[in-house]
């Protein structure tokens, strides 16, 4: 059981380059999240989607940018990296918004900008 | 508006003795509490949750939690550790018809031989 997979796993961009994390999961889940990383905050939540096509603003949504075109993946985009952007970022999915439903998480993509 | 606190960062402790990870909440309304285990280089992976009923919650590893309204509180407990428990443990809770989780920073636990 593959669950959630994100691709790449590291990655080190220039300042002002681009790129797009991909998260892909098998369990039919409903809601995806991306969420970063940071030593002493927690995780913190970028962008959301309740569904395939829709997507929502987390906490820290400014410079990064997300698609649901398929049920399975969900896309982060990094338009122009900056060195704050340099994070430990993470996927995640749930099946439904009963509160009690637990995130399945990625083992996370390590992206460095120099 | 929902946040949780988890005072401590690192927590050592011996092998085989108990450990008690601390984790306060804050919620107008009636809350769902998660307790979640990061092995290095890995995911989150979730330990145990609170949603009702007993206050006393039993989680996988021999893990369990005490829901405290009175205190808004959410302890995480082991009685003995091993070496495999080394990680970080992160709180986390969603608040009745909200639908984000909040995260708190974190306390790693260092399992000491």
């Known amino acids: 059981n593959a669950g959630v997979t994100q691709t790449p796993k590291f990655r080190v961009l220039k300042t002002g380059q681009s790129m797009t994390l991909l998260c892909a999961q098998d369990?039919?889940?409903?809601?995806m999240y991306w969420y970063r990383q940071d030593p002493g905050m927690g995780l913190r939540l970028i962008h959301y989607s309740v569904g395939e096509g829709t997507t929502a603003k987390g906490e820290v949504p400014d410079g990064y940018n997300v698609s649901r075109l398929k049920k399975q993946n969900f896309l982060l985009g990094l338009e122009s990296a900056a060195p704050s952007q340099t994070s430990v970022y993470f996927c995640?999915?749930?099946?439904?918004?009963?509160?009690?439903?637990?995130?399945?998480f990625g083992d996370g993509t390590r992206l460095s900008i120099l | 508006a929902q946040s949780v606190t988890q005072l401590d960062s690192q927590v050592p402790v011996f092998e085989e003795a108990p450990v008690e990870l601390r984790c306060n909440y804050s919620s107008s309304v009636s809350v769902y509490l998660f307790w979640y285990v990061q092995y290095p280089n890995q995911g989150l992976q979730l330990l145990l949750k609170?949603?009702?009923?007993?206050?006393l919650v039993k989680g996988i590893n021999g893990f369990e939690a005490e829901f405290n309204k009175s205190q808004t509180s959410f302890h995480l407990r082991k009685p003995s550790v091993h070496i495999s428990d080394t990680a970080e443990y992160f709180c986390a809770v969603r608040a009745g018809g909200y639908q984000k989780v909040t995260f708190g920073t974190g306390t790693k636990l260092q399992v000491i031989p």
């Open positions: 995640a999915s749930s099946y439904s918004n009963r509160q009690g439903e637990p995130q399945h």
């Open positions: 369990m039919n889940h409903e809601y």
């Open positions: 609170y949603l009702s009923g007993s206050t």
